[in-house]
């Protein structure tokens, strides 16, 4: 069974720092892609952070510069960090594993509890 747990989320005052953690177990986690999403209430989820298995990686516009998704194969782990988060990065953050394909990150129906990230002014 597929199962992926974030952690690292809390409140933080814009300009903050924070770094996520996905830990998943029920995958051949060294050749899935992954990815991280987030959605705020009344939003639409949202691909923030993608990352192939070979360590390339993809980032929505809003997020270039400021977020880094990498990976340790090894923990079985994906992370996200976040710096110069803005009140508008608000949301509960999941991540996924799936497939990247022709530049497309596609997410398959696995996810976890999410954790929420409060950035305040």
């Known amino acids: 069974q597929v199962q992926l747990v974030e952690s690292g989320g809390g409140s933080v005052q814009a300009g903050g720092s924070l770094r996520l953690s996905c830990a998943a177990s029920?995958?051949?986690?060294?050749?899935?892609?992954m990815g991280w999403y987030r959605q705020a209430p009344g939003k639409q989820r949202e691909l923030v952070a993608a990352i192939t298995s070979g360590g390339s990686t993809q980032y929505v516009d809003s997020a270039k510069g400021r977020f880094t998704i990498s990976r340790d194969n090894a923990k079985n782990t994906v992370y996200l960090q976040m710096s110069s988060l803005k009140p508008e990065d608000t949301a509960v953050y999941y991540c996924?594993?799936?497939?990247?394909?022709?530049?497309?990150?596609?997410?398959?129906?696995?996810w976890g509890q999410g954790t929420q990230v409060t950035v305040s002014s």
């Open positions: 996924n594993a799936g497939v990247y394909r022709s530049s497309y990150y596609y997410p398959r129906d696995y």
């Open positions: 029920g995958v051949i986690f060294s050749a899935s892609a």
